[in-house]
DNA sequence: CTGGAAAGCGCC
DNA sequence: AAAGGGCGCTTTCCAG
């Protein structure tokens, strides 16, 4: 049997091979029809039709393919991914839309399957397609549905606490300031930094609208006048107040008492997943106030949540892609990258101190993403050239990666698209454009494309086998997160090592690259414990 | 009133 | 010259 599905306003409409077309508005309905493993449903955004099927103990047929998914795969940074979109695309014809339509809109779901496999078997994708992206679906739908619990009353004490500093912040700066201002608003403060105490605008950057008031420019500013200072103190707790600690418990599902964030499979132009409503991808990390915002998510009592997260993955496929035998003899030899990187950079004399390290590092990651000397200059507050000669001599020491990025970008302006380890393909029109600054975009794009897009391939493999071993071994386990080179896992208590031992296993296993690849394992009664 | 641009910032 | 890649969310501010 053959169903195609189209999802419209998060209805689900199946439409069966004979023809026969039916609203199905009872789930019930729904999941016994899917619980068919023989049946080929075809649609789309069928994660939405999976959470459903899911809840009532259905499944999705053994072979579910998902037309925006494919599209995604086929060119991710294309405007509409869409049914309507892709009927005008590989049909030629115009999709009537709205509640009548659904009958038409399955149809050519189904007519769009073959050529759309055709296509994905062309850029040789049809693998990462069908045996990555499509069984992540099912994954997805599971952590969606299990989601994740947030201590409320944790974050209702944050809250209160929060609100008595902020308040006593605003008096401070507008008796600083010596007038009442919106402080959140980048404008009056502007006002207030440049005319009214008239700080120096020395090297202060310009956005499109004027002075810049963001946390570089405040950080400098900072040498002149206590206000700054307190703005970005100021600003750390606000953003921490209104994205986090009072949005989250109204995103707490009251069925649940847990928050099922959406996970986005056809967004990002490097293959990374998205997430929203809340966005779990995003929580804060770093910083007291941070940590205690990550405490809030939790394990139920005898439970635990254990975290895995790939070790400088981001790096390690810079070491595979480009084979740079330093490189690859550091990650061989399990050194800190950062570390070697600093004494290559800046000589192995004088041992290795805390500056050395954090620039090393920033150098490090600004070859991934491309970076400039001025950047770098900006961010070590060094001297243009001395970022200009430290980028010199990592380059130097490092000459496979020298010359992977030159035969990346030299490749990429050949054919048009970068790829990934998996063939995911990513256009890049703008190598050709006149616009230099496009064009130089373009070129970072280039290099950073493969690097992330092909981090994202290995965890979304992970995801599965870690998935298939938490089932194979029956551990009481689900898969709750992802986060880019980190997985979340609830499970009993009592089983957290057991289940960190399979999780490591099948995350390190992932992938045989020519530098291994190293994963960190944590438990704990919370998500803070366990990172 | 809603929508969108801009600025800013949380994460990897 | 305006900048390192990828996201989502908040607030402000202005136009419709």
């Known amino acids: 049997m053959e169903i195609g599905v189209s999802v419209v306003e998060g209805e689900a409409v199946v439409l069966g091979s004979d023809g026969a077309t039916g609203t199905a508005q009872i789930l019930g309905a729904l999941a016994s029809m899917l619980h068919d493993e023989a049946a080929e449903v075809v649609g789309e955004d069928l994660k939405a039709l999976m959470v459903v099927a899911a809840r009532s103990g259905g499944v999705i047929g053994r072979r579910p393919f998902d037309t925006r998914i494919a599209s995604y795969v086929l060119n991710p940074t294309l405007e509409g991914h869409d049914l309507t979109a892709l009927a005008e695309r590989f049909l030629g014809t115009t999709l009537p839309t709205g509640p009548d339509a659904t009958g038409a809109r399955a149809t050519a779901a189904l007519r769009l399957r073959p050529v759309l496999e055709r296509e994905l078997e062309a850029c040789e994708a049809l693998s990462l397609f069908r045996d990555v992206e499509m069984p992540l679906l099912q994954i997805l739908a599971d952590m969606e549905r299990r989601g994740m619990l947030v201590d409320v009353a944790m974050l209702a004490a944050l809250s209160s606490e929060y609100a008595g500093k902020l308040a006593g912040m605003v008096e401070e700066i507008h008796a600083l300031a010596g007038e009442t201002f919106n402080i959140q608003s980048p404008p009056q403060l502007r006002t207030v930094l440049f005319e009214k105490l008239k700080l120096s605008t020395r090297g202060v950057r310009r956005g499109k609208t004027g002075l810049s008031t963001d946390v570089d ?315």
Not at 284 to 290: L, S
Not at 332 to 346: K, L, Q
Not at 375 to 385: K, T, V
Not at 502 to 530: K, T, Y
């Open 217 to 531: 420019v405040l950080r400098k500013l900072a040498k002149q006048h206590p206000l700054p200072a307190l703005i970005l103190e100021y600003r750390a707790l606000a953003k921490l107040m209104s994205t986090y600690v009072d949005t989250l418990p109204g995103l707490v599902n009251p069925e649940t008492g847990r928050v099922h964030t959406c996970f986005h499979q056809a967004v990002a132009a490097t293959g990374r997943l998205s997430s929203s409503d809340p966005n779990l991808q995003n929580i804060p990390v770093r910083g007291e106030e941070g940590r205690r915002i990550r405490a809030a998510f939790t394990a139920p009592p005898g439970r635990c949540l254990v975290s895995a997260d790939y070790s400088q993955i981001e790096l390690r496929i810079l070491a595979h892609l480009s084979g740079d035998s330093a490189l690859v003899d550091a990650f061989r030899r399990n050194e800190d990258i950062h570390a070697r990187t600093a004494a290559e950079v800046f000589g192995g004399l004088g041992g290795l101190t805390a500056d050395k390290r954090r620039a090393a590092k920033a150098i490090n990651f600004g070859i991934i993403y491309g970076m400039g000397p001025a950047r770098l200059a900006r961010e070590l507050e060094i001297p243009h050239d001395e970022a200009v000669g430290y980028i010199a001599q990592y380059f130097s020491r490092y000459p496979g990666v020298r010359a992977y990025v030159g035969e990346t970008v030299a490749s990429a302006r050949r054919l048009g698209y970068v790829q990934t380890l998996m063939n995911r393909r990513r256009y890049l029109p703008e190598l050709g454009a006149q616009d230099g600054g496009a064009r130089q975009f373009a070129e970072r794009t280039a290099v950073n494309t493969p690097i992330q897009g092909s981090a994202a391939d290995l965890i979304k493999v992970a995801m599965q086998r870690v998935d298939r071993r938490l089932r194979q071994d029956r551990l009481d386990a689900g898969m709750i997160l992802q986060v880019h080179d980190e997985l979340v896992f609830e499970c009993a208590e009592e089983m957290a090592d057991p289940v960190a031992a399979a999780v490591r296993a099948e995350m390190e296993g992932v992938a045989q690259l020519i530098v291994p690849l190293r994963v960190d394992v944590h438990s704990g009664r919370n998500w803070a414990e366990a990172h």
